[in-house]
T-cell receptor, first 116, second 114 residues
Framework: AQSVAQPEDQVNVAEGNPLTVKCTYS??????LFWYVQYPNRGLQFLLKYITGDNLVKGSYGFEAEFNKSQTSFHLKKPSALVSDSALYFC??????????????FGSGTRLQVQP | GAGVSQSPSNKVTEKGKDVELRCDPISGHTALYWYRQRLGQGLEFLIY????????KSGLPSDRFSAERTGESVSTLTIQRTQQEDSAVYLCASSFIGQYNEQFFGPGTRLTVL
């Protein structure tokens, strides 16, 4: 079974400050990890993914995520937040050992609020 | 290029009625997924289509839910005898074949059952 936890319902940060949105996962095999962002009344937009290789993954809009196998975490980060980053962020995982299941398991989402 | 499109964008129905939701995937994407997003919650997987293979229906919550896909194009999600707990945003996604390919999502259909 695969699962994802996003422990924070909301993260507040001031514009220009660094931001972190937390995600931890549980899989039986190796994880395939994603971050998606959802703006109001819009579908989910892909930000970045991790399969293998460098633990620091760079994605769209200046976001990056750090894969930590020992802590089973995949936290989303950005060095300097913008007001326009305010949105709902979802972490998702697929267990690469479960070849029969292609669907992603999503976390419950974290609302990021960036104050001017 | 065109992304995933869904229709209608909003649907209000009365309890007990049937509804059909449509998804047009990105051209060339052989994989298609349906998810449900209840208010304030994450996405729940419903069903997955891959080419001519048997669909993965493991996420469908009850036999009132069904989905079809015409070849590698349009998909329709049908909910029969709708209940108030079916109220949610229904999201469709598509991707290329290959286990490392990310899914691209449509804007969703917001279903409200009165």
């Amino acid at each position: 079974a695969q699962s994802v936890a996003q422990p924070e319902d909301q993260v507040n940060v001031a514009e220009g400050n660094p931001l972190t949105v937390k995600c931890t996962y549980s899989v039986s095999g190796n994880p395939y990890l994603f971050w998606y962002v959802q703006y109001p009344n819009r579908g989910l937009q892909f930000l970045l993914k991790y399969i293998t290789g460098d633990n620091l993954v760079k994605g769209s809009y200046g976001f990056e995520a750090e894969f930590n196998k020992s802590q089973t975490s995949f936290h989303l980060k950005k060095p300097s937040a913008l007001v326009s980053d305010s949105a709902l962020y979802f972490c998702a995982v697929r267990d690469l050992m479960d070849t029969g299941r292609r669907a992603l398991t999503f976390g419950s989402g974290t609302r990021l609020q960036v104050q001017p | 290029g065109a992304g995933v499109s869904q229709s209608p964008s909003n649907k209000v129905t009365e309890k007990g009625k049937d509804v059909e939701l449509r998804c047009d995937p990105i051209s060339g994407h052989t994989a298609l997924y349906w998810y449900r997003q209840r208010l304030g919650q994450g996405l729940e997987f419903l069903i997955y289509f891959q080419g001519n293979s048997a669909p993965d229906k493991s996420g469908l919550p009850s036999d009132r839910f069904s989905a079809e896909r015409t070849g590698e194009s349009v998909s329709t999600l049908t909910i029969q005898r709708t209940q108030q707990e079916d109220s949610a945003v229904y999201l469709c996604a598509s991707s290329f074949i290959g286990q490392y390919n990310e899914q691209f999502f449509g804007p969703g259909t917001r279903l409200t059952v009165l």
